[in-house]
């Protein structure tokens, strides 16, 4: 069964804004971390941004000033903002989701930002 779904991907300009969503389904429990990873031809699934369920950001470097994580826990909803899209944004971005101790993944939404 689907566990999550993601949406709001696509191809830009750069300088564009692109904005991504990722619900859960109820059958994750005890949501306490939802997130944003993404992973680039020939690179390493890395890490973009969390939010815990009380609201607790991180946002990683490359992301800071340009991407904004939020979240909507009776949605079971993460979003992701990301402004001032370059082509080295670029990626498959994956939604990440813990429940209690296990982590879920989504399939995965591709960014494409155009020079």
């Known amino acids: 069964q689907v566990q999550l779904v993601e949406s709001g991907g696509g191809l830009v300009q750069a300088g564009g804004s692109l904005r991504l969503s990722c619900a859960a389904s109820?059958?994750?429990?005890?949501?306490?971390?939802m997130g944003w990873y993404r992973q680039a031809p020939g690179k390493q699934r890395e890490k973009v941004a969390t939010i815990t369920s009380t609201g607790t950001t991180n946002v990683v470097d490359f992301a800071k000033g340009r991407f904004t994580i939020s979240g909507d826990n009776a949605k079971n909803t993460v979003y992701l903002q990301m402004n001032s899209l370059q082509p080295e944004d670029t990626a498959v971005y994956y939604c990440y989701v813990r429940g209690g101790i296990y982590p879920f993944w989504g399939r995965g939404t591709q960014v494409t930002v155009s020079s």
């Open positions: 109820a059958t994750i429990f005890s949501i306490n971390v």
